[in-house]
């Protein structure tokens, strides 16, 4: 994987690589990793555009983190929107499914060795 994200139960999205964003406005603050233990600067907020497999999916208020470790993608949020969910499969492992765009696609998680990742790659490189 060129381009991991590593999915998170977190409440937003952040994204370390400025190549995905579409559009970013900059932006102040700090978000905090590790239950408040470690700050982190945003640097922007924008809409992120990238390919999952041959699909193109669009996110919005994606915060700009240079300094992360690695990018994360909002389990939390993903599942909220309609449409979206994950498919465990007790054979076939994750899926992580998408409504938008249409139509509805599915693509297999990766399995790390403590993490759960998409492999997506940026639409501007």
């Known amino acids: 994987m060129k381009y991991p994200i590593i999915t ?25 990793l590790r239950e408040g233990k470690t700050s982190i600067a ?24 240079p300094e992360l470790g690695e990018s994360i993608y909002s389990l939390f949020l993903h ?3 309609p449409g979206h969910g994950l498919i465990p499969s007790f054979d076939d492992g994750i899926y992580i499914t998408f409504l938008f765009p ?16 998409l492999d997506s790659v940026p639409v501007y490189l």
């Open 42 to 65: 945003i640097k922007g907020v924008g809409t992120v555009k990238c390919f999952i497999g041959s699909n193109l999916v669009t996110l919005e208020n994606v915060r700009y983190i």
């Open 79 to 81: 599942v909220q929107s």
């Open 102 to 117: 249409f139509p509805t696609f599915k693509t297999k998680a990766i399995i790390g060795s403590h993490d759960i990742y």
């Open 8 to 32: 998170d139960r977190g409440g937003s999205y952040h994204i370390k690589e400025r190549d995905f964003f579409d559009t970013i406005s900059p932006d102040q603050g700090t978000v905090h």
